[in-house]
């Protein structure tokens, strides 16, 4: 496998991104109409429900409010979710962010035809169900395009694709740095291997860690949750962890930089989601931890020589990023939320996402706010409303937000105590790079 440095990876994703941007939206085919039907538990009331297979055979929901402001709000959801669609996915959407419809904005979204990591056909799905509204249910006075989670990353990829669709974007606790947000994951695998050796075991076939899990592997989530506890613990409450047990979840926390409690997750990604990623990139990995320095361990020069190393494949990583990376170049105003306490996807991605919006010449296009929240897919209703009339404001007034504006929109629209509001104005990311370790 050749090796390809890190201004290699860069080369050509740039080129193969550039190209990208150049060429003409994907042509898509004609829809047909929607179908009525009940409306899943969680739906605001007097609500209506429109649900549907697109031409690409996606599942879909629109779901109408009794009184409808004219603002469609169009959701790429998180995940990605392994396996085969299922409708019901947007039933639990809809339940989730019923605040949209309770706005008074219809709210649309596609369950996405690909299982797994495919983001620019999730983008031509999200497109595809804006366009069966406007043409079989009503036409919007303004479109919201709303990216949760790695549905940023659709939503990212869906807006220079299809420019013209959305007149804003809003993205919450989003993926925005594209795949270098992914790279602590190979970097878990390869400590807890060093640490547990038992993922695989000595007496099972070795593999690349890269790859996540060879295709043929029968290991299950909860098989990889008992290998996880019989050598860190992580079923017992700390106090009944032997000394080895807790020793090695400090190592992994501290050396991987994130909360004990999340590392069966991180490295459930590490295992099946990695796994998916490979097998769609042709059985290569387009991740690699050559030359990482690990740091933060009881001795850091005997992690550094024993830990397990793994080769970027270049044409592999041009691939995931073609299919899952942004540069930028967004043609509606942009804002941003996220906790910054955020353990699934880290807070100082948006670090990156303004660094690339200013060196493609729409930075003035971009306002991020924060949060006192370690939450990753909901912080609580007081948080949206004030999101979404202050990108309103911006898109139809010219008036561009500031955070304390939102902060303040806050706590004039909630019901609650201001307490409920937890916008931090001048909280400011630090780069990726002080999260994630670079290569």
């Known amino acids: 496998m050749t090796h390809c440095p890190l201004a290699c990876r860069t080369l050509l994703t740039g080129l193969l991104l550039t190209l990208a941007a150049c060429a003409s939206p994907p042509t898509?085919?004609?829809?047909s109409p929607p179908l009525a039907a009940a409306c899943p538990a969680g739906v605001p009331a007097g609500a209506r429900c429109l649900r549907g297979q697109d031409s690409a055979a996606s599942h879909y929901l629109i779901v109408m409010p009794a009184q409808w402001s004219g603002v469609l709000v169009v959701h790429s959801h998180g995940g990605p979710t392994l396996?085969?669609?299922?409708?019901?996915?947007?039933?639990?959407?809809?339940?989730?962010w019923a605040i949209t419809v309770r706005e008074g904005h219809a709210w649309a979204a596609s369950v996405f035809r690909q299982g797994g990591f495919a983001v620019t056909t999730a983008a031509e799905d999200t497109e595809r169900v804006r366009r069966i509204f406007v043409e079989h249910v009503a036409r919007p006075r303004v479109t919201l395009l709303h990216g949760q989670s790695w549905g940023a990353m659709v939503a990212t990829r869906a807006a220079e694709m299809f420019p013209a669709s959305w007149q804003g974007i809003l993205l919450t606790s989003g993926v925005v740095a594209g795949p270098s947000?992914?790279?602590?994951?190979?970097?878990?695998?390869?400590?807890?291997?060093?640490l547990c050796k038992n993922h695989p075991r000595p007496d099972e076939p070795q593999y690349p860690l890269s790859i996540g899990m060879p295709a043929d592997s029968k290991l299950s989530s909860a098989e990889l949750a008992s290998r996880a506890d019989e050598c860190l613990?992580?079923?017992?409450?700390?106090?009944?962890?032997?000394p080895e047990q807790a020793q090695k979840l400090k190592t992994i926390a501290d050396v991987i930089r994130i909360p004990e409690s999340s590392v069966l997750s991180h490295l459930n990604w590490a295992t099946f989601t990695l796994r998916d990623v490979v097998e769609k990139n042709g059985g290569a990995s387009p991740f690699g931890n050559q030359g990482v320095i690990y740091t933060g361990s009881p001795d850091d020069a005997a992690l550094n020589a024993a830990v397990p190393r793994f080769k970027v494949d270049p044409a592999a990583a041009a691939r995931f990023a073609s299919d899952v990376d942004h540069r930028g170049r967004f043609n509606a105003p942009v804002l941003t939320a996220h906790g910054v306490g955020d353990a699934t996807v880290f807070v100082e991605g948006h670090h990156t996402?303004?660094?690339?919006m200013q060196a493609a010449g729409t930075g003035a296009s971009l306002v991020q706010t924060f949060i006192d929240s370690s939450e990753h897919s909901y912080w609580g209703d007081a948080h949206y409303p004030p999101l979404f009339a202050e990108l309103l404001d911006w898109v139809e007034r010219g008036k561009k937000p500031t955070p304390a504006g939102v902060a303040a929109r806050c706590r004039q629209l909630t019901a609650g105590p201001p307490t409920e509001c937890r916008y931090l104005p001048d909280y400011a990311p630090q780069p990726v790079a002080s999260r994630v370790r670079p290569r």
């Open 28 to 31: 898509l085919p004609p829809e």
């Open 353 to 356: 996402l303004r660094q690339r």
């Open 83 to 96: 396996g085969p669609p299922k409708a019901s996915r947007a039933d639990e959407d809809a339940a989730r």
């Open 233 to 242: 613990g992580l079923r017992k409450p700390a106090a009944q962890r032997t």
């Open 181 to 194: 947000a992914y790279d602590f994951r190979l970097d878990l695998r390869a400590v807890y291997q060093h």
